[in-house]
């Protein structure tokens, strides 16, 4: 969504490719801005639907000379770069680190980059300690719990089940 409104406020066209079973109240919120979506089953899920449409959506891209943004730390390391500027403003608008962060999780780039960010802000000295950052997700996507819950450092792909949708359908298989 945010995505979409950025495009919308700078003039742009934007398609955005999500997952097929994704919400109606996010599909409504994206396309509130304006933003042509379209929906893939498996995309997110299945490693080769993700690598297709990811190798379709640069080779469009390249074509047309558009501009393709994708919003995950794997695909747009460069791009997450910029979510480092949250700890910044957050920090500037306390005036000094907050004792906690809450940061909504899906594959973990916010996270990630939210927490270099208040490393940088640290190392420019402009605070003298870091946040306790916290990881939250939703009660469907349990798959960060479940690897800590098993003493596992990496995280095995698991389906998020987290829309009614997905939860009315894991329970007919």
């Not at 396309?31 to 899920?45: E, K, L, N, P, S």
């Not at 000094?96 to 809450?102: A, I, M, N, T």
Request: hydrophobic share 40%; glycine share 10%.
């Amino acid at each position: 969504a945010a995505f979409a409104a950025y495009a919308r406020r700078a003039q742009l066209p934007c398609y955005l490719i999500v997952l097929g079973d994704t919400k109606r109240e996010k599909l409504a919120q994206i396309q509130a801005y304006g933003a042509t979506v379209i929906g893939i089953h498996d995309f997110g899920r299945d490693p080769r639907v993700k690598e297709a449409v990811f190798g379709l959506l640069q080779q469009v891209a390249q074509e047309r000379r558009w501009l393709l943004g994708i919003t995950t730390n794997t695909h747009s390391p460069i791009g997450m770069r910029g979510i480092r500027a949250i700890a910044k403003e957050i920090c500037r608008d306390l005036q000094g680190s907050p004792d906690r962060v809450f940061v909504p999780v899906g594959g973990g780039g916010l996270f990630a980059s939210s927490w270099q960010g208040f490393i940088d802000v640290k190392d420019d000295g402009l605070i003298d300690r870091l946040p306790r950052m916290m990881a939250v997700h939703p009660s469907g996507a349990p798959f960060l719990t479940e690897a800590r819950r098993r003493g596992r450092a990496d995280i095995p792909p698991a389906e998020c089940t987290s829309s009614r949708a997905m939860m009315a359908r894991g329970r007919k298989r």
